[in-house]
């Protein structure tokens, strides 16, 4: 019947009100209250330093490489004492979807996330971050791991001339 048929359907979604009007609100009242995030949450992505507060990135480029939406993009360059690094390194944060894949594929832990999630802008442009905006002056989630200490390329001395360390190759020797 279609009166009991209404009868039925009228009651139930005011029980679903009245069960909720007593249960612990669950909404934040951001931006007043922060939302508590969890301890892996990935958001804006930071370059960080060695212990010894060089720059960690080695500018491999395996970061960009593994970036499935193409947003990160640098220039290598090498120190006088055979140390590679990025001259400019810049990442698209209107581009990227905060996957973390580029910090799984650096090998020196430089490209590292943060749970900071607040750096929406209305305009896309001020989402391109510059070297500047994302060295950070510490070594984020490891404080101990240093590249070079573990390669030791050409950086506590001149390529070649480390103990137990062939002379670099020639490259162009071994052209015909
Ligand atoms: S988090 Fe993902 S999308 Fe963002 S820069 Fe890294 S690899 Fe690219
Ligand atoms: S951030 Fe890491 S993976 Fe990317 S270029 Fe630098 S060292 Fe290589």
Same mark, same amino acid.
């Given at each position: 019947?279609?009166?009991?048929? $209404?009868?039925?359907?009228?009651?139930? /979604?005011?029980?679903?009100?009245?069960?909720?009007?007593? %249960?612990?609100?669950?909404?934040?009242?951001?931006?007043?209250?922060?939302?508590?995030? /969890?301890?892996? @949450?990935?958001?804006?992505?930071?370059?960080? %330093?060695?212990? $010894?507060?060089?720059?960690?990135?080695?500018?491999?480029?395996?970061?960009?490489?593994?970036?499935?939406?193409? *947003?990160?993009?640098?220039?290598?360059?090498? +120190?006088? $004492?055979?140390?590679?690094?990025?001259?400019? !390194?810049?990442?698209? !944060?209107?581009?990227?979807?905060? *996957?973390?894949?580029?910090?799984? +594929?650096?090998?020196?832990?430089?490209?590292?996330?943060?749970? $900071? !999630?607040?750096?929406?802008?209305?305009?896309?442009?001020?989402?391109?971050?510059?070297?500047?905006?994302?060295?950070?002056? &510490?070594?984020? &989630?490891?404080?101990?791991?240093?590249? @070079?200490?573990?390669?030791?390329?050409?950086?506590?001395? /001149? %390529?070649?001339?480390? /103990?137990?360390?062939?002379?670099?190759?020639?490259?162009?020797?071994?052209?015909?």
């Amino acid at each position: 019947m279609p009166l009991l048929r $209404d009868i039925k359907g009228f009651f139930p /979604p005011f029980w679903v009100t009245f069960r909720n009007m007593f %249960r612990k609100p669950v909404t934040v009242q951001y931006p007043e209250q922060m939302p508590e995030l /969890p301890e892996r @949450y990935r958001a804006r992505l930071v370059l960080t %330093r060695d212990p $010894d507060g060089e720059e960690r990135c080695v500018a491999c480029h395996l970061c960009s490489g593994a970036c499935p939406v193409d *947003c990160i993009s640098m220039q290598a360059a090498e +120190a006088e $004492d055979g140390r590679r690094y990025a001259s400019w !390194f810049r990442i698209n !944060f209107a581009r990227c979807i905060f *996957c973390g894949l580029c910090t799984e +594929a650096c090998p020196t832990l430089a490209i590292q996330v943060t749970s $900071d !999630f607040e750096i929406s802008k209305r305009d896309p442009l001020k989402l391109v971050y510059e070297k500047d905006d994302l060295l950070v002056d &510490h070594c984020g &989630h490891n404080d101990e791991y240093s590249f @070079y200490r573990q390669a030791g390329i050409g950086v506590a001395a /001149p %390529r070649g001339t480390n /103990p137990s360390e062939s002379a670099p190759v020639d490259v162009k020797d071994l052209l015909p």
